[in-house]
């Protein structure tokens, strides 16, 4: 995630489009889902990534 700053404003956005009735579980799930999904971008930009057939091949699974 960014800056502290942005991760708090992030958050509270989040929070702002969850119904009333949310419940804890559904509030630490979103924020999980969230920062797995900046993790992810930010491995995409950082070059960390593999295609399904690389990653297939370390496997030793023949993947034609």
Same mark, same amino acid.
């Given at each position: 995630m960014? $800056? @502290?700053? *942005? ?5 509270? /956005?989040? &929070? #702002?489009?969850?119904? /009333? #009735?949310? %419940?804890?579980?559904?509030? @630490?799930? %979103?924020?999980? @889902?969230?920062?797995? &999904? /900046?993790? +992810?971008? *930010? #491995?995409?930009?950082? +070059?960390?990534v593999? %295609? $399904?057939? /690389?990653?297939?091949a $370390?496997? +030793? &699974? #023949? *993947?034609?």
């Open positions: 960014g $800056s @502290v700053s *942005n991760t708090k404003q992030a958050a509270q /956005e989040l &929070i #702002d489009r969850l119904p /009333e #009735d949310t %419940t804890w579980e559904q509030l @630490v799930y %979103t924020l999980q @889902v969230r920062h797995d &999904i /900046e993790a +992810g971008l *930010n #491995d995409v930009k950082a +070059g960390r593999h %295609t $399904s057939d /690389e990653i297939m $370390s496997l +030793g &699974i #023949d *993947n034609r």
